[in-house]
């Protein structure tokens, strides 16, 4: 089986800050993880992806995300936060690598201050 | 990439009665899903939509409640029946085309009043 759990179901950061989402998975066999990024009234984008090529994985919009085996994280991270980034953020696991039957964990809400 | 189109994008409906929600995508694809997220909750896999046969559901999600149809390979449906203010949700519809990451449609706002 697996999961995803998701700490924090809000952030706040100030613009320009950095911004910090944790995500912790579980699995009995080599995940492939996910981020995707929900804004108001829209359906989910693909922020990025790990299927193993590489550790440090980069995304759109300035994101990127690390996979630690050893901690079963994959943290995404952005050095500095924009208005544009407060939406919903939503780390999920697959089994593929394609992100069929994705595993979804709770989401966390990212507020931007000015 | 390929665009998801779900109708309806927003509904309200009474309880008791059935809704179907259509997902149509602009090209083929080899795989279609079906996720809910309910108010204040992650997304949930409801079931993958096989063309010409029966879906393949969840645990916890059975057919007579979400019957869904894939005729085609760019078509399916999800009917959610005999609703209840339980089934008040957002209804995504996802699908994969070879070795592309599968993508999602804007979702179907359902109210069950």
């Known amino acids: 089986a697996q999961s995803v759990t998701q700490l924090g179901s809000h952030v706040s950061v100030s613009e320009g800050a950095l911004v910090l989402l944790r995500c912790n998975y579980s699995s009995s066999v080599p995940p492939y993880l996910f981020w995707y990024v929900q804004y108001p009234n829209q359906g989910l984008q693909l922020l990025l992806k790990y299927t193993s090529a590489a550790t440090l994985v980069k995304g759109i919009n300035g994101f990127e995300a690390e996979f630690k085996k050893s901690e079963t994280s994959f943290h995404l991270t952005k050095p500095s936060a924009h208005m544009s980034d407060a939406a919903e953020y939503f780390c999920?696991?697959?089994?593929?690598?394609?992100?069929?039957?994705?595993?979804f964990g709770e989401g966390t809400q990212l507020t931007v201050n000015p | 990439s390929a665009v998801i189109s779900q109708k309806p994008s927003r509904d309200i409906c009474q309880r008791g009665t059935s809704l179907t929600i259509q997902c149509q995508v602009d090209?083929?694809?080899?795989?279609m899903f079906w996720y809910r997220q309910q108010p204040g909750q992650s997304l949930t896999l409801i079931a993958t939509a096989n063309q010409g046969s029966e879906a393949t559901y969840e645990s916890g999600f059975v057919i007579d409640k979400f019957p869904i149809s894939r005729p085609n390979l760019t078509f399916s449906t999800l009917t959610v029946s005999n609703m209840s203010p339980e089934d008040s949700s957002i209804y995504l519809c996802s699908a994969l085309q070879g070795d592309a990451i599968a993508f999602f449609g804007q979702g179907t706002r359902l109210t069950v009043v």
């Open positions: 999920a696991v697959s089994r593929e690598t394609s992100g069929s039957r994705l595993t």
């Open positions: 090209s083929q694809v080899t795989m």
